[in-house]
């Protein structure tokens, strides 16, 4: 027991001061590393362009910063194998690589911590990781957003009923309803650009809260790391975590969207609905219900947008009553950050691969669009064409929609006579503009259902997406 006191002891970086090793909770609950190993890279490339500034600067000699460097290098390579152990006892990532390095170079590793804290050292990690990970979201926002528009292009003349209040309300075409989460996901790569943006701000430097009294040349280290800026106040340099939290924010509005694509396509798929079958790859069966497949990516996707939506209110929390600068509760920004980004990724990916397969029932969908009244509107507007005060008309059309129901048809078998009876300016034109297409095909206004206005919905994304990726490649 004695002996493990010790040791634990003996690995604390910062022992120095303290005469009782560690309580085995307080060392379990402080560390880190069980989460902060993901940014272990992100960590090494901090330290190799501190090393590479610091040797610039003159604060290190050209000898020791090439062994730093060099060391930095070999465990680079050992991280991406996979090859290096972690100790608890050394609490987190940080620690960790440090101790790592004084073993491969001997003590002129401990000359790396040099006008650094961890607490500059962990938000630079922490954004460094955010730009790689983002970017892999904001890819496959990218993606979903072709396979929304390729979809709304093979689906052009697809019909199904529009809702409101889950009432049919009037028919639309499929692509619109697609098309409609491809504005929602555009905005949601925009938000997490924006948030991408901010985040790309180097605090390393800025010490432990005040800045440093070695010559360091923080510009440099930012530019060694790619940043685009560099934090202009060392205080909020180690305490601001608004770029976790806008991304957070962000993540969490993709993934209401995407709940909310879960939540048709569950009853969608459902019996009742029957308009689209979702590919087998990409559904479960039941252990008792030999019959069943259960729509489980849709329902966890749905599920797992409670994650995220934890993360961010994890997060906002935690930081709500904290006292510049750096405080210990902010160790617990990183789980639900990292969590959230891999589970908006994957969802993202779930669906990039579920929509292209899954069966659109286009004769069930225009059926059901067709049914209940979903052309009582465009009544109303034949009669307003006609002359008739809208809210007139509104009501007239509501009383002829009473007398369909009462007899069981559609508003279109209802003869002529009938229908003159309730407004004698209805003529016999009127059947055409209450079919299905007419009444689809009539909605030109700007973003509109109609052929064409999708069309153009089709082209303008496509437009865009084409404009990202030259941009891309530029
Ligand atoms: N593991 C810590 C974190 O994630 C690193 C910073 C620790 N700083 C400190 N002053 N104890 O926040």
């Known amino acids: 027991m004695a002996g493990d006191d010790t040791k634990a002891r003996d690995a604390r970086m910062w022992g120095g001061r303290f005469a009782e090793p560690t309580d085995q909770l307080v060392q379990r609950v402080n560390a880190s590393i069980g989460v902060d190993q993901?940014?272990?890279?992100?960590?090494?490339?901090?330290?190799?362009?501190?090393?590479?500034?610091?040797?610039?600067?003159?604060?290190?000699?050209?000898?020791?910063?090439?062994?730093?460097?060099d060391g930095l290098e070999q465990l680079l390579a050992e991280v991406r194998a996979g090859r290096v152990e972690w100790q608890v006892e050394l609490e987190d990532v940080h620690m960790n690589l440090e101790r790592l390095l004084t073993e491969r170079i001997g003590p002129v590793g401990g000359k790396l911590h040099t006008a650094r804290s961890r607490n500059d050292q962990v938000a630079t990690d922490m954004r460094l990781y955010l730009k790689r990970r983002g970017a892999e979201v904001r890819g496959l926002l990218i993606e979903l957003r072709g396979v929304l528009v390729d979809l709304a292009e093979r689906h052009l003349d697809v019909i199904m009923p529009g809702y409101t209040h889950l009432q049919v309300a009037q028919p639309v075409r499929f692509s619109h309803h697609l098309l409609a989460y491809h504005e929602m996901f555009r905005r949601d790569q925009g938000r997490l650009e924006?948030?991408?943006?901010?985040?790309?701000?180097?605090?390393?430097?800025?010490?432990?809260l005040a800045g440093t009294t070695f010559p360091i040349d923080r510009h440099l280290s930012a530019e060694l790391l790619g940043f685009a800026d560099v934090a202009a106040n060392s205080l909020d340099a180690v305490s601001d975590r608004d770029f976790a939290l806008e991304t957070l924010a962000a993540l969490a509005i993709?993934?209401?969207?995407?709940?909310?694509?879960?939540?048709?396509?569950?009853?969608?798929?459902?019996?009742?609905?029957?308009?689209?079958?979702?590919?087998?790859?990409?559904?479960?069966?039941?252990?008792?219900?030999?019959?069943?497949?259960?729509?489980?990516?849709?329902?966890?996707?749905?599920?797992?947008?409670?994650?995220v939506y934890g993360a961010l209110m994890g997060l906002l929390t935690v930081m709500k009553g904290l006292p510049l600068s750096y405080n210990k509760d902010m160790q617990e920004d990183?789980?639900?950050?990292?969590?959230?980004?891999?589970?908006?990724?994957?969802?993202?990916?779930?669906?990039?691969?579920?929509?292209?397969r899954m069966q659109v029932h286009d004769k069930r969908m225009r059926s059901a669009a067709g049914a209940a009244y979903s052309n009582a509107t465009d009544l109303a507007d034949?009669?307003?064409?006609?002359?008739?005060?809208?809210?007139?008309?509104?009501?007239?059309?509501?009383?002829?929609?009473?007398?369909?129901?009462?007899?069981?048809?559609?508003?279109?078998?209802?003869?002529?006579?009938?229908?003159?009876?309730?407004?004698?300016?209805?003529?016999?034109?009127?059947?055409?503009?209450?079919?299905?297409?007419?009444?689809?095909?009539?909605?030109?206004?700007?973003?509109?259902?109609?052929?064409?206005?999708?069309?153009?919905?089709?082209?303008?994304?496509?437009?865009?997406?084409?404009?990202?990726?030259?941009?891309?490649?530029?």
């Open 194 to 208: 924006d948030a991408l943006r901010r985040a790309d701000v180097s605090p390393l430097g800025a010490g432990a």
């Open 382 to 474: 034949y009669l307003a064409r006609k002359g008739v005060p809208f809210r007139e008309a509104h009501h007239v059309v509501g009383r002829l929609v009473g007398e369909a129901l009462a007899q069981g048809v559609p508003l279109e078998a209802l003869p002529l006579e009938t229908l003159q009876a309730a407004e004698p300016r209805i003529e016999a034109d009127v059947y055409a503009a209450l079919d299905v297409e007419s009444v689809v095909d009539a909605r030109r206004s700007y973003g509109g259902t109609a052929r064409e206005r999708v069309r153009e919905q089709i082209t303008a994304a496509r437009r865009a997406l084409a404009a990202e990726a030259a941009e891309a490649s530029a």
């Open 254 to 307: 993709l993934m209401m969207h995407l709940s909310r694509l879960s939540e048709e396509l569950i009853f969608w798929s459902s019996q009742e609905f029957g308009f689209v079958t979702l590919p087998d790859a990409y559904t479960t069966g039941s252990s008792i219900m030999p019959q069943k497949k259960n729509p489980d990516v849709c329902e966890l996707v749905r599920g797992k947008t409670g994650r």
């Open 38 to 69: 993901a940014m272990a890279e992100e960590d090494l490339l901090g330290s190799l362009a501190h090393a590479r500034m610091l040797t610039a600067q003159g604060v290190l000699s050209e000898a020791e910063g090439a062994a730093i460097v």
């Open 334 to 356: 990183k789980e639900g950050l990292f969590d959230a980004l891999a589970t908006a990724a994957d969802s993202l990916r779930l669906y990039v691969g579920m929509l292209p």
